[in-house]
């Protein structure tokens, strides 16, 4: 027999992660060094919240129509809030977010539709994998500016490039994985963003077809 309270840990988990949210943003736009260690520490609170739940739901069978809900939208807020600070920062091309966010809302659309109809659409294996290189990417990119931050913190008269330099060759293929991993994973995630989009949309065509 499962508790009442073990039943809502989901929810409360999920409820959690949003609340994280709002202190991440703040903490990722901040030029502190400091508050750049608080975000990295934040979001990763967020990915383990995440596995947290699902992995609760999944162990007991615990099923709600909040947790439906609410859980994969608390992942989107995450993931759109902070496409949209790289974007602020300079770090992500806007047009790079906009593809991603746009598959989001069509994805989340098709869900409705769907449920509407008695039908419950699951992730795709396409699907996971545009998650699991999306949030590789977003890591990446929040471990670089963190370290970054923390050699121009111990240094001020210099820019990290400045002194990452001064290792030789190795200073720049450095410098070069710094500013080529974020870009090519963020493209390599926006590529799936786009390719599991419309797999999703092919693959529930009829859904379309019904109300056409």
Same mark, same amino acid.
């Given at each position: 027999?499962?508790?009442?309270?073990?039943?809502?840990?989901?929810?409360?988990?999920?409820?959690?992660?949003?609340?994280?949210?709002?202190?991440?943003?703040?903490?990722?736009?901040?030029?502190?060094?400091?508050?750049?260690?608080?975000?990295?520490?934040?979001?990763?609170?967020?990915?383990?919240?995440?596995?947290?739940?699902?992995?609760?739901?999944?162990?007991?069978?615990?099923?709600?129509?909040?947790?439906?809900?609410?859980?994969?939208?608390?992942?989107?807020?995450?993931?759109?809030?902070?496409?949209?600070?790289?974007?602020?920062? !300079?770090?992500?091309?806007?047009?790079?977010?906009?593809?991603?966010?746009?598959?989001?809302?069509?994805?989340?659309?098709?869900?409705?539709?769907?449920?509407?109809?008695?039908?419950?659409?699951?992730?795709?294996?396409?699907?996971?994998?545009?998650?699991?290189?999306?949030?590789?990417?977003?890591?990446?990119?929040?471990?670089?500016?963190?370290?970054?931050?923390?050699?121009?913190?111990?240094?001020?008269?210099?820019?990290?490039?400045?002194?990452?330099?001064?290792?030789?060759?190795? !200073?720049?293929?450095?410098?070069?994985?710094?500013? !080529?991993?974020?870009?090519?994973?963020?493209?390599?995630?926006?590529?799936?963003?786009?390719?599991?989009?419309?797999?999703?949309?092919?693959?529930?065509?009829?859904?379309?077809?019904?109300?056409?």
């Amino acid at each position: 027999m499962i508790s009442e309270g073990l039943k809502k840990l989901p929810n409360r988990i999920t409820m959690f992660r949003m609340l994280i949210i709002i202190f991440f943003i703040p903490a990722l736009l901040a030029s502190n060094v400091v508050w750049n260690y608080v975000a990295l520490f934040l979001f990763a609170i967020a990915g383990i919240s995440d596995w947290l739940d699902g992995f609760i739901a999944r162990k007991y069978n615990i099923v709600s129509d909040f947790g439906k809900v609410m859980d994969p939208l608390a992942d989107k807020i995450l993931v759109v809030s902070t496409l949209l600070c790289f974007v602020q920062l !300079g770090v992500v091309p806007a047009w790079m977010v906009v593809i991603i966010i746009s598959r989001e809302f069509m994805i989340s659309g098709i869900r409705m539709m769907a449920a509407q109809g008695g039908k419950i659409i699951q992730a795709s294996n396409l699907g996971k994998l545009k998650t699991v290189v999306e949030m590789t990417a977003i890591t990446t990119v929040l471990l670089l500016k963190v370290i970054q931050d923390t050699i121009e913190y111990y240094n001020e008269t210099q820019t990290w490039e400045q002194i990452v330099m001064k290792l030789g060759s190795w !200073g720049d293929t450095l410098v070069q994985f710094a500013y !080529g991993a974020p870009y090519w994973l963020m493209f390599a995630a926006t590529v799936m963003s786009l390719v599991s989009g419309l797999d999703y949309f092919f693959r529930n065509k009829k859904i379309f077809d019904k109300e056409i």
